[in-house]
């Protein structure tokens, strides 16, 4: 399991990064990331898998990933335009939409990821005293 690890990492972020020109997207590649942590407490136990990913970091991802996403549309904002107009990101229209997405998708990854790991760890430890 240790050897699969960093490639289903990488598949996450090949999911991540495709998800312009094809199937996937931040949803998608987070829930890969929390499937491959959840892989991991299965294998090497639930405590092994918070000492990895730790709970209070979890709890902080979360937020952090609404937060990126909210501040991917506020050059727009400031700039007087249509909130989330990702033109503002560079010259070109087309490139700032590159940027804007990849924005936008990476608080998607994170919230989501943080989001399943969280309810994984919330349920794992039902019934633990």
């Known amino acids: 399991v240790k050897l699969i690890l960093p490639f289903i990492l ?3 972020f090949y999911v991540h990064l ?3 020109y094809g199937p996937g997207g931040g949803f998608q590649a987070g829930v ?3 499937g491959m942590v959840i892989l991991y ?3 090497f136990g639930l405590a092994a898998a918070k000492r990895a990913v730790p709970a209070a970091l ?3 991802l979360v937020p952090l990933g ?3 996403y909210l501040a ?8 007087g335009k249509r909130y989330l107009d990702y033109s503002v990101f560079s010259g070109d229209p087309l490139h700032g939409h590159e940027w804007g997405v ?5 608080g998607v990854i994170i919230t989501v990821a943080a989001t399943m790991i969280a309810i994984f760890y919330a349920f794992a430890d039902r019934g633990r005293p």
């Open 10 to 12: 990488v598949f996450a």
């Open 18 to 20: 495709h998800g312009d």
């Open 32 to 34: 890969i990331i929390a």
């Open 41 to 43: 407490a299965l294998v």
């Open 58 to 60: 979890v709890g902080r």
């Open 66 to 68: 609404v937060l990126i």
């Open 72 to 79: 991917a549309g506020l050059p727009s904002f400031l700039a």
């Open 102 to 106: 990849f924005l936008v998708e990476a």
